[in-house]
Each structure stands twice: as C-alpha cells, then as structure tokens.
C-alpha cells in the first residue's frame, strides 16, 4: 500500500527545480486554499495548540512493545494476535509535515515526519468525516503541518501505521517544498534556507541533532572534572588571545568604539587569578578573515583553564574527552571520515615540531640558529616568507608546508617556537621554544594548548613583541591588555589552558566535509 504514487499533475511529478513562475502558480493556488478554509471557519493559524502524546519513532515503539507482548500470549495462533492486537489498540496523538500522499478514492495514505522520523497515516473519509477529508486531504498540499488522532497497526504490506479517527491542519504550506522528488541538492540553497534543507533532507537534522549531543556531552566530562562554566564578556576594548583580525563596532551608549571578541582567553585567566581554578566556556567568537571549508567569521569555540597543571596534564584531558565524546556520540572509538578510519581508541601520538619537520622535510631546526640560516633554508625549499619573520616564524611556515597534510591519525604536536606563542610558558633549558602543543586530525589543527604564562614581566615583553610586528603589518598580532597584566601581577598560579573549534569537532564527528554543514545558517555572502 505504501508504494501507491501520489496524484499529482504531470507538470508537478516532473518539475526537479521549479521556476519563479511556477512557484507563483503553486502559492496562488494554495493561498486560494487558505482563503477557502477561513470562510469556512477552519483558518489553521487560528489554532495555538494540539495535543501530541507521541512521536512517530514512539508510535512505532509502542506498537512493536505491544505486538511483541501479544504474540507471546497468542503463540502460533495469527487469528488470536489478530484479535488481541484488535482489543489492545495503541491510541496516539501526533504531529508533523506531510511529505508526500497518495490518493485512493474516498481514502489516502500520507506520509507524515516529525523530529524523531516518518510514520504512515491511512485516513478514511467516513471515519475523519467528509468535510475534514475533503479539506485537509483531498485538498491538502504537501508540506502542510498537521495533527492526526488514531490508533497503530500493521498494514498488509508490514509497515506499522497510524489508522486516523481524526484530522487536524495546524499550518498550511503555501509555497511548495523544492525537488519534491529528489531532495534539496543545491549547496548554496542548502545553506541559505537551513529550514527547507532540514525538511528535505532528514540525514542534516542527524548532525545537528548530533552536534549538540556533542556539546552536552562535552559539559557533561567537563562538569565531572570539576570544572564550572563560566560567561565572558563578547564586546571588547582589546581583543586579544589568539592570532586574527577582529571586526569592529561602536558602542553608542559610551561613544566608544570596540570589537568583537576572538578568542575566550584573556578573561578566563583573570578568573583562575580570582581563585576559580577551573573554568570553561563555550561560545561564539569572530574573526574577520576568509571563508572556506574548514573556517567561517564566527564559530564556535570551547576554551577552558586548570590551575596547578600544565600542557601534560592537557594532553592527558584532550585524549580522554576526545575518546569519551566518541564512545558517547558514535559508540565507537573508530569513526569514518571520508575515505579515513580515525582511531580514537589508541594512545594519540607525540611529536614535536622540530621533530615532525625533520620527518617530513628532512630539514633540521635544531641545527639552524639563525633567522639568516632559517630564510635561506625557506628560499632552497620554496618556502615563502616575509622579512619581518624571524627563526621560528619560518619554522612554523616549514611545518604548514611539509607536515600538516601528513598527520591523518591523532597526532600531539609539541613544543613550538616562542615567535609564535605570545601567551605561553618557555620550556625550561630551552628558552627559544614554549610548552605548547597542537592537536592534529586529518590534518586539520583540533585544538591549541598551552602552560599558559604566568609571569607579568615575561608577558609584558612578549606584548611589546607583538606590538612591534603590529607595527611591522602584521594585522593578526596581540596588542598590550594592561588589565590582563594587572592580573598577573596580582598572582596566578601554574596553569594549563586549551581550546577546542567545536565546529572542526563536529565536522570531524558526523563525517560533514565542510564546515557550513555543521553550521545551521552559516555566513554566506548577500545575494545583493
């Protein structure tokens, strides 16, 4: 019964994209509908509530619970299930959007989706009654939102169904749904009308769906950890923290102007100052750079400090969230992504910077010691540079060129150059060099983290060197944040801090090859 097609014109079954004429037509002759039905005194807008005692997956649970249990009383004998599945109905109320019908004389079968899934409706019309039928099924429009009351069964076919006793429309569709037949295909479509691609193409409501699993689950390890999450401000004087350009605004009330946050930072350390001692925060912050797959302006970050550990004590924590958000999410440490197995389950592999330049350049930094040495190792190896890089800048551009791409499993990488640490603790012995690392998959940078710097006087410096790079046109460097440094001042104990791009999470979790698809409306450029 379920594989009858739907009556529909020709010209609809046809119709993959629809023109603007077309879909002109298609709202005229609804809105025609709607008319219709307010002189009747059934406006589905007039209705502020309904009554849902059950999902469509619960209909389905509950009947299956039922005939499991029915079939254990009546045995071999189909007559007496028959019987008793006739006497033990399972009665529910449920909603959602018609997405497709198929008519059949004076009875239709509708499929209807709701967040959990999709159920059959059988409607008659001298059980629903012919006023009803007539409006909300023989004229009803895919796409329409309604309500059914009726009990569960199992067609002849074996598909479990609701037998509708009463109909309902609670919002009329009036413009029709894009390639009915096919899904929503169109990347840019997708992206600007999230609600059409999250109707048509249920596989995009799973990875939201999923994406906050993600995050809870996240709270969750944190919140057992004894962390305690926290809200910083997004409005800024000085946006500091991380290396990116911020976007700018004006604050009318104080006549000032200030920029949106990039980074989560600089605040949560004033708090492990404040004796919080462990802190996180997820949130949106801005950076006023380029789209592509793997970046949008805002996004989503998760930062979190640890007083009294270090980046070890990091590494220890990013492991196990990493494996338990897995386990919790997919229910496995093995996830796919692309044509990749990411092994989460075994122990994630370290290297340090130096280390995994050799490997993968055949270049050693350790026996470069000078920014000469280092921009004549980056002009023999095609390595571009600008001249206000120093030593471990070009380090950095080494390891962008030659590594990156190579480190597909979970890979530590550690122990980075001072030049670009502005905010990290130096390695004991080895000054040139901070206790730093950044967590690899598929090649993509998962997170960053530090022994955050704690001394005043070290990090003064460190700003007067950012600001001299600022200076020298680097846009992305830190400028001096005097009350951060009065914080410091003030005393703050051995620290360990990190933050994870929950969006890169997400993408890497659900198998999305971008990020706008893990992103429910994503920045798109005005079609103006």
Known sequence: MSDVKENTSPAEEEA???????????????????????????????ITKYDVTASCEDAKAQYEKLEAELKAKAGDDEEALKALLEENKVTVSIAGRVMSKRM??????????????????????????????????????????????????RTKMGEISVHAQSVKLLSKNLLPLPEKWHGLKDQDTRYRQRYTDLICNPEVKDTFIKRSKIISTIRRFLDARGFMEVETPMLVSNAGGAA???FETHYNALDEDVKLRISLELYLKRLIVGGLERVYEIGRVFRNEGVDARHNPEFTLMELYQAYTDYHGMMEL????????????CGTTTIPYGDLMIDLGKPFEKMTMIEAVKKYSGVDFSEVKTVEEARAL????????????????????????????????????????????????????????????????????MCNAYSELNDPIDQRERFKAQEEALSQGDEEANRTDEDFLRALEIGMPPTGGIGYGIDRLVMLMTNSPAIRDVLLFPTMKSLD
């Not at 499929?111 to 059959?120: P, W």
């Open 318 to 329: 990013t492991e196990s969230m990493f494996r338990h958000i897995a386990r919790e999410v």
């Open 244 to 246: 990116a350009r911020p």
């Open 104 to 153: 059949m004389g004076k009875a239709g079968f509708l499929d209807l989706r709701d967040k959990s899934g999709k159920i059959q409706l059988y409607v008659r019309l001298n059980e629903v009654g012919k006023d009803d039928f007539d409006r909300y099924i023989k004229k009803g429009d895919i796409g329409d939102i309604v309500g059914v009351t009726g009990f569960v069964f």
């Open 378 to 445: 980056a002009k023999e190896h095609h390595v571009e540079f600008e001249e206000r890089h120093k030593r471990g800048d070009i380090l950095n551009l080494f390891f962008e060129e030659f590594v990156e791409e190579h480190l597909l499993q979970p890979t530590f990488i550690m122990d980075h150059p001072i030049e670009i640490s502005p905010l990290t603790k130096k390695k004991p012995g080895n000054p040139d060099y901070v206790e730093r690392f950044e967590l690899f998959i598929n090649g993509w940078e």
């Open 16 to 46: 993959a994209e629809l023109s603007a004429e077309e879909v002109n037509e298609y709202k005229r002759i609804r809105m025609e509908k709607l008319d219709a039905l307010k002189a009747e005194g059934a406006d589905p807008f007039e």
